[in-house]
């Protein structure tokens, strides 16, 4: 029996036994033709997404079943690491994120959605969840954007270590990056821009 866990914008989230079924859900504001298409090609690139992800190194959810709309994958048992990350491990852990973020990079996968809340600690490593924002490039804009959205989850979530924490991520993802040095640079042009953007209120 499926048990409902979350609701969210584009899908419902629910436990069966020891599996999570992700189901994209229909949108009434859309045609329904174009709904339908939306949702089969969203729910195909995730499940793509997740497995190009494992091949890459990356401890992701096992995607057991693929339908139309709904993706049937492994139950992470373990607590988010945006409620376990805190000075004391603050090292192991951004340095393995840093370490995964940059694996995803380097096989082109953008997360679109990585925050703390999207990463679950099991076994000592990070498991990287909900890649329905992602997509595939090999853009320096497109990695330096996904890192930005991480700065900025852990600059709003865990505030008290951010700096210290952010420092430990970058240095992990500049070792292991294959263009680390690329990004980075194209991250402070982003940084730059949004500085521009607050001041000048436009």
Do not use: W
Not at 72 to 90: C, F, Q, S, T, Y
């Amino acid at each position: 029996m499926l048990k409902t866990i979350n609701i969210g914008a584009e899908a419902r989230i629910s436990l069966d036994k020891d599996c999570v079924v992700k189901e994209r859900i229909p949108k009434g504001y859309r045609a329904k033709e174009l709904d339908l298409k939306i949702r089969k090609q969203r729910t195909k690139r995730e499940a793509k997404l997740i497995s190009d992800a494992s091949r890459a190194g990356v401890m992701v959810p096992k995607v057991l079943e693929v339908d139309d709309f709904t993706i049937k994958m492994e139950h992470i048992d373990g607590p988010r690491v945006k409620d376990i990350l805190d000075a004391k491990n603050m090292k192991a852990v951004c340095y393995e994120i840093g370490k995964s973020v940059a694996d995803l990079h380097n096989a082109s996968i953008i997360h679109g959605d990585l925050t703390t809340s999207n990463m679950i600690c099991k076994d000592s490593g990070i498991c990287f969840i909900d890649f329905g924002l992602g997509f595939i490039s090999d853009k320096a804009e497109d990695k330096a954007t996904d890192l930005h959205l991480l700065e900025e989850a852990i600059d709003s979530t865990h505030y008290r270590i951010a700096s210290g924490a952010l420092k430990i991520v970058f240095e992990s993802y500049l070792k292991d990056s294959k263009d680390g040095k690329a990004v980075l640079s194209r991250l402070e042009q982003i940084r730059l821009r949004g500085r521009y953007v607050n001041r000048n209120g436009e």
